[in-house]
Nanobody
Framework: QVQLVESGGGLVQAGGSLRLSCAAS????????MGWFRQAPGQTREFVAA????????HYADSALGRFTISRDNAKNTVLLQMNSLKPEDTAVYYC?????????????????WGQGIQVTVSS
């Protein structure tokens, strides 16, 4: 089984940057597509970014396009989310997730492994 642990969250001023990291345990990490989701207070969890098992393709929500970058290092069992030009509306708990397939997935229901989530707060 794959277990996921996020790190790198915190408080940052608007316009700043943060890099989230997701460390995965499990032998089949490199065969799974990965994604990042977020949930702001009082809102439902939403898709942010996804990558294929190889990392060769990525896909972003419109809100993240051009500002966020998802990447992975299969040798280190790690997925990263580099977030630049952060805005107060990016404030949320961010979740790393894995799904059984190797491709891009944007639907939460496709993912079967989730991290515990990490807080990102962007001050204005």
């Amino acid at each position: 089984q794959v277990q996921l642990v996020e790190s790198g969250g915190g408080l940052v001023q608007a316009g700043g940057s943060l890099r989230l990291s997701c460390a995965a345990s499990g032998r089949i990490f490199s065969s799974r597509g990965m994604g990042w989701f977020r949930q702001a207070p009082g809102q439902t969890r939403e898709f942010v970014a996804a990558t294929t098992s190889s990392g060769g393709r990525t896909h972003y929500a419109d809100s993240a396009l051009g500002r966020f970058t998802i990447s992975r290092d299969n040798a280190k069992n790690t997925v990263l989310l580099q977030m630049n030009s952060l805005k107060p509306e990016d404030t949320a708990v961010y979740y790393c997730a894995a799904h059984p397939g190797s491709g891009i997935a944007v639907s939460q229901g496709t993912y079967d492994r989730w991290g515990q989530g990490i807080q990102v707060t962007v001050s204005s």
